[in-house]
């Protein structure tokens, strides 16, 4: 086997490929191409559970890991983990790839068994909890106008008002859900939006900085049902 690559620059190669000399730029992608695969299509297998083929565009795999197989873009992290032989880095970026496939389905089964009822996942991509408050796709709080004296609207922009909370750090460290390849970990703004949620199902009325924000009717509300254990 011989290398269609004929010169290294820092930031490209000079590729000799079917009697045409090509300019690539000088990353892992053309490196393993241009090099070991000579200017053909990539093909690898970490073991019989973990395998890849690129596709007939450049670039682009369809990746094996525990019989899920997905095309996947990244390239560049492929490729690093071709060179490397290394099986933890491949399935770094194909459960990534999973969980950005298929995040709103993981998301709706961690909130139901999470939260069961009280937690309504929407098509907006926004949280609503007990029907009061609502967190948006950006980790935003906000409580309901809907009370004694508001009627409910179907515009959503108007039924809403800004909530301001902050989580604490701790509140936001790593958490992982099982999945049918493994564990997947949790984006850092899902991990935010969890924990709005969890302090909204549960909200410290002493903290005032909370209910001075809260309208009269929600404050009474929430200490009605609390006085009344529910």
């Excluded at 395998?51 to 682009?60: F, N, Q, S």
């Excluded at 770094?92 to 068994?113: C, G, M, P, Q, S």
């Excluded at 515009?155 to 992982?176: E, P, S, T, Y």
Aim: with cysteine; charged share 35%; net charge neutral.
């Amino acid at each position: 086997m011989c290398s269609c690559i004929r010169s290294v620059r820092d930031d490209h190669l000079i590729v000799y490929y079917k009697g045409v000399i090509m300019t690539k730029i000088n990353d892992n992608y053309n490196n393993l191409k241009y090099g070991q695969y000579e200017g053909e299509r990539i093909h690898f297998a970490f073991n019989d559970e973990a395998k890849v083929d690129e596709t007939y565009d450049d670039r682009i795999f369809n990746c094996t890991y525990k019989d899920e197989t997905m095309q996947v873009r990244k390239s560049e992290d492929i490729c690093n983990a071709i060179n490397n032989k290394n099986l933890d880095d491949y399935a770094l970026v194909f459960k990534e790839t999973y969980y950005e496939i298929h995040r709103i389905e993981l998301i709706t089964d961690l909130i139901k068994r999470s939260y069961g009822d009280r937690v309504q996942l929407k098509n907006d991509d926004t949280f609503v909890i007990d029907d009061r408050f609502m967190v948006d796709s950006k980790a935003t709080a906000h409580y309901s106008k809907k009370g004694q004296n508001h009627k409910h609207t179907i515009d959503k922009d108007k039924r809403w008002n800004f909530l301001c909370i902050v989580v604490k750090a701790k509140q936001l460290r790593k958490r992982a859900i099982k999945t049918k390849i493994g564990l997947v970990e949790l984006d850092e703004k899902l991990l935010e939006i969890l924990a709005k949620i969890n302090y909204l199902l549960n909200p410290n009325m002493s903290d005032s900085i909370l209910t001075s924000q809260l309208p009269t009717w929600l404050n009474k509300t929430i200490e009605d049902e609390r006085e009344a254990g529910v």
